[in-house]
């Protein structure tokens, strides 16, 4: 038995959302958990002032939050994943001559985990350790997309949420906006930015999933507009996915 059983519980609540698909009541929580109530408020109050839980007022649900995404986005840092994908985007940046990184959920940003700049091809903003807003890149929207709309809807809750870095998309960004480009990398099976991040240069993406099927990264090519035209994009797509499809098997293997 424990002598901190709260610091316990809290551990354990912890790991039964990041077990869920979406968010869940407390109700549910207590009952899996076999907790009292009370207790159960009390520790996801505590752990949502931290931020390390996300409330859902309206609909009564608890998620995992910003802070436990921090702490997710380090371990994948660290973890045999960025050694595993680095080797892999090593060869397919060999085989399509085509700047690649990978990416991880960063709150509502994307930070890059890894970069593979390929021979001949320009500097990119998509640095190791740089942080970019998720809405507007081609990784951020691979992993929002599959995410639920509860958890999309907390982390950008109001047209407040989305910050911009100059790029030449002229409508704005709104949830509304937000959702419908989720929906059509859903239709498409990966994701597209073209002039969001930088004029000139567009990027695909696509998600690496877990055990649990969740987006853990996103793997992306980057390459100029004038040399890969839009009808190429499927291609470097489908070679992204190929990796990505490795990589989530190496992963549920350990």
């Given amino acids: 038995?424990?002598?901190?059983?709260?610091?316990?519980?809290?551990?354990?609540?912890?790991?039964?959302?990041?077990?869920?698909?979406?968010?869940?009541?407390?109700?549910?929580?207590?009952?899996?958990?076999?907790?009292?109530?009370?207790?159960?408020?009390?520790?996801?109050?505590?752990?949502?002032?931290?931020?390390?839980?996300?409330?859902?007022?309206?609909?009564?649900?608890?998620g995992i939050g910003p802070a436990a995404s921090e702490l997710s986005s380090a371990y994948v840092r660290q973890a045999p994943l960025a050694r595993l994908a680095g080797t892999a985007l090593a060869g397919l940046v060999d085989a399509v001559g085509e700047s690649a990184h990978m990416s991880v959920l960063h709150g509502r940003d994307v930070l890059y985990v890894i970069e593979m700049r390929a021979a001949g091809r320009p500097a990119l903003v998509s640095d190791v350790g740089v942080r970019l807003p998720a809405h507007l890149t081609a990784s951020g929207r691979a992993i929002l997309a599959d995410l639920s709309a509860a958890q999309v809807r907390a982390l950008f809750p109001g047209r407040e949420a989305f910050a911009d870095v100059?790029?030449?998309?002229?409508?704005?960004?709104?949830?509304t906006r937000l959702r419908a480009e989720l929906r059509a990398v859903r239709a498409r099976g990966w994701a597209v930015e073209s002039g969001d991040v930088t004029p000139g240069l567009s990027s695909v993406a696509v998600p690496v999933h877990d055990h649990l099927d969740w987006p853990v990264a996103a793997l992306a090519l980057t390459f100029e507009d004038r040399r890969v035209g839009a009808d190429e994009h499927p291609r470097l797509a489908a070679e992204l996915a190929e990796v990505a499809t490795r990589l989530a098997a190496r992963l549920r293997t350990g």
């Fill in 1 to 62: 038995m424990s002598k901190v059983p709260a610091a316990t519980n809290t551990l354990r609540i912890l790991r039964h959302l990041a077990s869920r698909r979406g968010p869940v009541s407390a109700m549910s929580i207590a009952t899996a958990l076999d907790l009292p109530r009370s207790s159960v408020y009390h520790l996801l109050a505590v752990m949502t002032e931290a931020g390390f839980v996300v409330h859902l007022e309206e609909e009564r649900l608890y």
């Fill in 166 to 175: 100059g790029g030449t998309s002229p409508e704005p960004w709104t949830p």
